[in-house]
């Protein structure tokens, strides 16, 4: 059984950077495809960024250029940097763990982190 524990979130001001962190064990890590969700109150859970066996990377457009995805597969590890915060990057964020090498879909949930961007 995959479980996934995340870890780094907390409450940061604008402009601020946080780095997200999530754990694996249970699985081979490095042949899976990894992601990261967030879901802001009253909103839909949303697509943050992936990142696939061989280490390809896709962003959602309102994180591109802020926010950096990548994977240490020696730790069994994702990671979700993020950087120039902005209040409505406030949500609870969800690690993925894919089952296939170049997606996410279908996966396993983490239990999420919260992260809270305000002055």
């Known amino acids: 059984q995959v479980q996934l524990v995340e870890s780094g979130g907390g409450l940061v001001q604008p402009g601020g950077s946080l780095r997200l962190s999530c754990a694996a064990s249970?699985?081979?890590?490095?042949?899976?495809?990894m992601g990261w969700y967030r879901q802001a109150p009253g909103k839909q859970r949303d697509l943050v960024a992936t990142i696939t066996s061989g280490g390809n990377t896709n962003y959602a457009d309102s994180v591109k250029g802020r926010f950096t995805i990548s994977r240490d597969n020696a730790k069994n590890t994702v990671y979700l940097q993020m950087n120039s915060l902005k209040p409505e990057d406030t949500a609870v964020y969800y690690c993925?763990?894919?089952?296939?090498?170049?997606?996410?879909?279908?996966?396993?949930w983490g239990q999420g982190t919260q992260v809270t961007v305000s002055s």
């Open positions: 249970g699985s081979i890590f490095s042949i899976y495809a």
């Open positions: 993925r763990h894919g089952m296939a090498p170049e997606t996410i879909e279908p996966g396993y």
